[in-house]
């Protein structure tokens, strides 16, 4: 069995139907379309977040993301990243074994004068029991976020100064003091400071941008886990666990 990885990232701008596919150097997207529907990126990210966040709750979910994916004003979301794993019989975006994903939010999180990308709903699901072939999608995610940010949102937003996430401090499920340290060895992020419930945590960006492949015009997340990153929002704080972040 050999599986093979398909990673983008899908852009939301002011259509409240679908995302626009942005492609990178050095990742396959054969599976992933040019365009798709809002509510199947929903849909496909709730079957997945069933898994990291042992979230049931499909039909709420989707709907929470879509609402997410389409909602205007000054700090939304503005991108979804991919990484999906999928065998040789596959047909559509929706038939992977294994996956990651993650989003990007612009906002200020009422921290900094300026907007900075956050990243949320990190998630991590393996579909079929058989792990022997899969690789690791979250660091496909992870880099695509950096190229994604340095060249398609620092285009048009000059204050971005690095990469931004949040780890809550007494999740249901996993260990703050292992998410800080995985962030940190991983991926380059280093704690900021702390409030009441939640550590920040940032990646400075210093190298020169990479190109992408294709530009995608643009005019315009849950809690944090060993497997996932979910966004933080101002109502009712939502569960973190090992690997991801959603929204507060």
């Known amino acids: ?16 139907i679908n995302a626009t596919l942005t ?80 989003t990007i939010q612009m906002s200020n999180q009422g921290l900094f004068e300026i907007q900075q990308p956050w990243i949320n709903e990190v998630c991590r699901a393996k579909m079929i029991d058989d792990h022997s072939h899969f690789l690791k999608p979250i660091k496909n995610v992870m880099e695509l976020i950096d190229n994604h940010i340095l060249t398609h949102l620092s285009s048009t937003r000059k204050g971005i100064d690095g990469a931004y996430l949040y780890v809550e401090k007494s999740p249901e499920h996993g260990s703050a003091s292992v998410l800080l340290d995985y962030y940190h060895k991983n ?9 009441d419930e939640f550590y920040y945590m940032k990646k400075p960006y210093i190298k020169t941008p990479p190109s992408p492949r294709r530009k995608t015009t643009l005019r315009s997340t849950r809690k944090t886990t ?4 979910r966004k933080k929002t101002p109502s009712p704080i939502q569960k973190t666990t ?3 972040t959603r929204k507060k």
């Open 1 to 16: 069995m050999s599986v093979i990885y398909s990673s983008g990232v899908y852009v939301f701008g002011t259509s409240k």
């Open 242 to 244: 090992l690997h991801s």
């Open 23 to 102: 492609e990178y150097n050095g990742f396959d997207n054969h599976m992933l379309p040019k365009k798709i529907s809002i509510r199947v990126l929903a849909s496909l990210l709730s079957r997945m977040q069933e898994i990291c966040f042992n979230d049931t709750a499909i039909e709420i979910n989707t709907q929470r993301l879509i609402n997410m994916f389409t909602s205007g004003g000054k700090e939304k979301t503005v991108a979804l990243v991919l990484s999906l794993g999928y065998l040789d019989v596959a047909t559509d975006i929706t038939d992977f074994v294994d996956g990651g994903s993650a």
């Open 226 to 229: 060993l497997r996932s990153t």
């Open 187 to 195: 991926y380059g992020y280093n704690e900021l400071f702390a409030d």
